[in-house]
């Protein structure tokens, strides 16, 4: 009896492993679907080599990259985020400096599986 019960869990927590893999791999976010998570998430690692990839608009990773060259070195911290309709307004302190940038986005609709829980990505067209 107590063997059986020992298989029976077994399988259960094989079959739980699967599922939450299975889970982890098609059907969670690929992308952002907050567009406050994405800016703290840009201006945390804009160090990064990614950061472009992951968080900007293909057509404006160029722009990006000149971006993160002028911040290259500098300390960054968000001081605020304002919504200023469908954009956001950022105040970033750069060395003890703020600067206030706008930043704007583009909507990437997901299709598939992935689209069961959300149906659309952020990610940053372009900051002024």
């Not at 107590?2 to 976010?29: A, D, H, R, W």
């Not at 950061?51 to 057509?59: A, K, L, P, Q």
């Not at 970033?92 to 598939?112: A, K, L, P, Q």
Request: hydrophobic share 45%.
């Amino acid at each position: 009896m107590l063997n059986k019960l020992k298989k029976l869990l077994i399988l259960i927590v094989v079959i739980s492993g699967v599922g939450y893999g299975g889970f982890l791999v098609f059907v969670t976010p690929a992308g952002f679907t907050d567009k406050e998570v994405l800016i703290n998430s840009y201006f945390t690692n804009i160090q990064s080599e990614e950061v472009c990839t992951d968080h900007f608009n293909s057509e404006t990773t160029d722009f990006c990259l000149n971006f993160q060259t002028l911040l290259d070195d500098k300390t960054l911290e968000i001081a605020s985020l304002t919504k200023n309709g469908e954009n956001y307004i950022v105040i970033v302190t750069v060395d003890d400096v703020d600067i206030e940038f706008d930043v704007s986005f583009i909507e990437i609709e997901v299709t598939g599986v992935k689209s069961f829980l959300n149906n659309i990505y952020y990610k940053i067209d372009i900051i002024t």
